[in-house]
């Protein structure tokens, strides 16, 4: 590695595709990647945990990611960065991958900052002496609340970086029910690199509104305010669980669900794909999401009921796809242009018209989606101001 600095200088992003190999990951990972490459950057991915990664294959974790690591690193050369991603599994037994480990040691000497994008990474000393070291949040309301309630490896985790983004848009409004004391939290959003999801495909004439998505959660649920609040979307999906009888368009979710779940869905009129074959590998699951007639998806109670402003990085790549997007309201539609390509929904009557709405000017929603693409979650627009409030343009 040269020593050199390019114009806008080395940046690390810190992720988790190598420990949880799917598609949409991997996308949410690409687009910070390539994002930061077209404004000037030069950006290296980095995992370097000691969390043993998922096989999805299996079902389980292992402290083996080799076959992680043959999945996930031809995309990641595909797209440019052969040589600028390593994997090291800091545990024992664990392997570096990619870059090797004197290359990384001298990555993190040369680094001029990183993102801690999901906040995956946790940092060790080597990490520290990266001069701007910027916290990335996709889920809210889980550090918010434990920050309020003094946790202190939480508090720790912050206090060692400098700069903290989040997906929560709504954070400081009237109608945000969250403490957000202690952390100066700065509004961001998933960029989205837009030339990834230039569609060809026209819908067919039974194409349905789709999502992918996982149906239950387990262990994520937290207490707050003498109220428990969940992590888990079947909870949400049952409350609308006779949509597709109310409307003649078809609805499918791809998700992995047992006999009993599947029979009830399927009898409710839902059609179900598998998500693992969805999300297996990257041209799939973005082939699945171009040729879906739009996005119906719920949000998770943890960003709804507190009104954070959440937004889904899936439903920005329907919308790259051109492809309109009902989803849960969580706060969004005060930020984001809602009523066309897009829509939030609290009650069964929202579905419903936004449905109808869609469906009177279909070839226009789709033109308003990616428009929305376009104008909110341009990777080069949500980078740039990041990068710029971060004080790193």
Not at 24 to 29: D, E, R, S
Request: one cysteine or more; glycine letters at 8%; aromatic letters at 14%.
């Amino acid at each position: 590695m040269s020593s050199e600095k390019p114009h806008k200088g080395k940046i690390i992003v810190f992720g988790i595709i190598f420990w949880y190999p799917l598609a949409g990951v991997t996308f949410q990972f690409l687009h910070y990647l390539l994002g930061l490459r077209r404004l000037g950057y030069d950006p290296y991915y980095v995992e370097d945990s000691g969390r043993w990664i998922y096989n999805a294959r299996k079902f389980e974790f292992s402290p083996d990611a080799s076959e992680n690591i043959a999945a996930v690193a031809p995309i990641l050369e595909r797209y440019g960065f052969k040589d600028r991603w390593v994997f090291r599994g800091n545990y024992e037994g664990g392997q570096c991958y990619g870059m090797t480990e004197t290359q990384l040691l001298q990555l993190y000497k040369e680094a001029d900052a990183f993102l801690n994008v999901t906040a995956s990474q946790e940092l060790r000393e080597e990490h520290l002496s990266i001069p701007r070291r910027i916290y990335v949040e996709s889920d809210p309301f889980a550090v918010q609340v434990k920050v309020a309630r003094g946790d202190q490896p939480t508090l720790d985790a912050l206090a060692a970086h400098d700069t903290h983004f989040s997906f929560g848009e709504n954070f400081g409004a009237p109608d945000c029910d969250l403490p957000l004391e202690g952390v100066n939290w700065l509004p961001t959003r998933q960029p989205v690199f837009l030339d990834l999801w230039e569609n060809p495909y026209p819908p067919s004439r039974d194409a349905a509104f789709s999502t992918i998505t996982t149906w239950h959660n387990k262990g994520k649920n937290i207490e707050y305010r003498g109220r428990t609040y969940y992590w888990t979307k079947d909870r949400e999906f049952l409350k609308f669980l006779d949509l597709p009888q109310r409307r003649s368009v078809p609805f499918e979710l791809a998700l992995e669900v047992d006999e009993p779940t599947h029979h009830l869905l399927t009898s409710n009129g839902w059609r179900l794909v598998h998500s693992l074959d969805v999300s297996r590998e990257i041209d799939g699951y973005r082939k699945y999401i171009q040729q879906s007639r739009g996005e119906f998806t719920v949000a998770k109670e943890q960003v709804v009921l507190p009104r954070t402003g959440w937004f889904s990085d899936r439903s920005c790549c329907y919308l790259a796809a051109g492809r309109p997007v009902i989803t849960q309201e969580t706060g969004f539609s005060k930020i984001l242009p809602t009523g066309k390509g897009l829509f939030g929904f609290l009650t069964m009557e929202d579905i419903l018209a936004a449905v109808d709405v869609i469906e009177s000017d279909y070839e226009g929603s789709c033109r308003a989606a990616r428009e929305i693409a376009e104008e909110c979650f341009a990777a080069e627009k949500v980078l740039g101001s990041l990068m710029e409030r971060a004080g790193l343009a």
